[in-house]
Structure formats: C-alpha cells, structure tokens
C-alpha cells in the first residue's frame, strides 16, 4: 500500500505561528531538544536566515509557506527516501491546493513549469528530525534577487488565483502525515510515486560532487534513493549526495 491509502500519522499540533524566525528549522531543533512531540510544526511568515543544503540560502520573504515539522521516528531509518517521500507530499499538496502539476528533480526539488516552486531541508536534531519545507505560494518575483527569481516560481503567478499559505499547509501535513506513515511502515512505493513526477528522467545532466563532475543520463532514484546516472561508456553511477543540474541549466550558466 502507498502514502495514497493509508491513514496518516497526525501533523500539525502543536502548530506555533512566528511572524518571524532566523529559519523555522532552528525553531524546530529547540524544540526537540525540550521534548516537544512528534508533529510540532513552525510557520514563519518570514526568515531572515532561511537555509538550503549544502551551507546555500533560501530566500524566504512574506508570501511564501515556510514551516518546519518535528518528527520521531525510531531507530536510525534512511533519510534518502523520507526525504523523497516529503518531495512527494509536497508536490501533492501545492497539485491539491493550487491546480498545478508539480513535477520533482533529485533530490528535493519541486517544480512547477520548469522552475522550482518549493525546496525541502531535512536536519537531524537530537534524537529526532526537522523536515523543512518552503513553497512559494505568493511571493512577488521583485520580493526575490534577479538570479532566484529568473528560476523560481510562486504558486499564485503559475494559477493564475490567489491561493492561501494556510490552505497549502493544511494539505502538506496531510500527505506528508501518509507519507511518513507509509515510510515508516517499509513501504517503499513511494520511489514508484516519486519517478512518476521526474522532471529529469532521461535528461542529460551534470552532477558536481566533492572533488568531481560528472556528465550523464539521468535515469531516477533507486530502490535507496540514491540517482542513477548513466555515463557515456555506459556504466551507471550511484550519486547519494551532490548537485543534480540539467544539462541546458549549466549551459545557460555558463553563457553568463
Ligand atoms: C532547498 O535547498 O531547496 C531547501 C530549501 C528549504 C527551505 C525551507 S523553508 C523552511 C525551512 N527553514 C529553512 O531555513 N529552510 C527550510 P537547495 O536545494 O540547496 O536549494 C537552494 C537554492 O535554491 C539556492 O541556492 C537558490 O538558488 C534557490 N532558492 C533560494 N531561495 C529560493 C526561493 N524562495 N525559491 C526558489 N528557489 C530559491
């Protein structure tokens, strides 16, 4: 059974509201670290250090969904696929609440029209985990720098409508519910799920990793996680953390 059917594990409560917040993954660290239980979610209407991997920010001003949830779960699990388990959650809900086909690029990209509406930042804390989320749901392309909002994209621009960051929130903690339910259960559909929305499933790309480029044929996340991306001489590389850009991304970065 997928994150579809099954009954999800309740998110949300505690929901502590901040009009603003360095980043609401800080927030939700303190929180683990006093105890807070499993669903305490942050919303911030801004941040003012939003973050995303590898030490990059994340433009974070008011209009956008920034919310950081706290969870529990035991053992020491992969991260991997509870983090492309929250890309599909997130794509589900910016589908359900805003009409729009969301599409995913690996690891954590969310993408509407080709250009990223909504990152996620999973950090551990403690012994537990903060699963970060931002969407841009109406946030003025003039409220971001030129270079971000050249490939971003809000919610509300790509509807046509005004959509509710409260109406994006409700239903991203009830598929992320599902999904982390279905994640903690085993179930790994979630990476059937997940290729379904590829946006860059057979696209040549370039994967820049510590000391290392490389240059292939994306072919999707495996049974781990991990990207499959298939050199020229044909071997097929395991990439687990690094940066994933389409081949045209790099070109067009490169004429600048
Ligand atoms: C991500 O990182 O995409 C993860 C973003 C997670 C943000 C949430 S908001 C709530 C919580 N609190 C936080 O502090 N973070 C989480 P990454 O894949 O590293 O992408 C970062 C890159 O996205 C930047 O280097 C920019 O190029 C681009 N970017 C920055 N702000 C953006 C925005 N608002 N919309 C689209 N792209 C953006």
Do not use: F
Request: aromatic share 2%.
């Amino acid at each position: 059974m997928s994150g579809h059917g099954r009954t999800g594990i309740g998110l949300g409560r505690p929901l502590v509201r901040l009009g603003e917040a360095t980043s609401t993954n800080d927030i939700g660290r303190l929180l683990a670290a006093v105890g807070a239980a499993e669903g305490a979610t942050v919303v911030a209407d801004r941040q003012v250090l939003g973050r995303g991997r590898l030490g990059r920010s994340w433009e974070s001003p008011a209009g956008g969904l920034w919310c950081s949830v706290l969870l529990r779960p035991p053992g020491s699990p992969s991260l991997a696929l509870l983090s492309l388990a929250a890309s599909v959650a997130v794509a589900e809900a910016i589908e359900a609440a805003a009409g729009l086909r969301a599409t995913l690029a690996w690891p954590n990209d969310v993408m509407v029209h080709e250009r990223k509406a909504a990152g996620i930042l999973l950090e551990g804390a403690a012994d537990a985990l903060v699963v970060g989320v931002g969407v841009n749901v109406a946030v003025p392309p003039g409220a971001l720098t030129p270079d971000v909002a050249s490939r971003a994209i809000s919610l509300d621009a790509a509807s046509g409508r005004p959509i509710e960051r409260d109406a994006v929130l409700d239903v991203l903690l009830d598929r992320l519910g599902r999904w982390y339910a279905a994640w903690l259960a085993g179930d790994a559909g979630v990476i059937d799920v997940w290729r379904e929305r590829d946006a860059l499933a057979g696209a040549p790309v370039v994967v820049t990793l510590p000391g290392e480029v490389l240059e292939g044929i994306a072919e999707g996340p495996d049974q781990d996680g991990a990207l499959r991306v298939r050199l020229r001489d044909g071997r097929v590389r395991r990439v687990l953390a690094g940066d994933v850009l389409s081949a045209a991304a790099v070109t067009v970065r490169r004429s600048r």
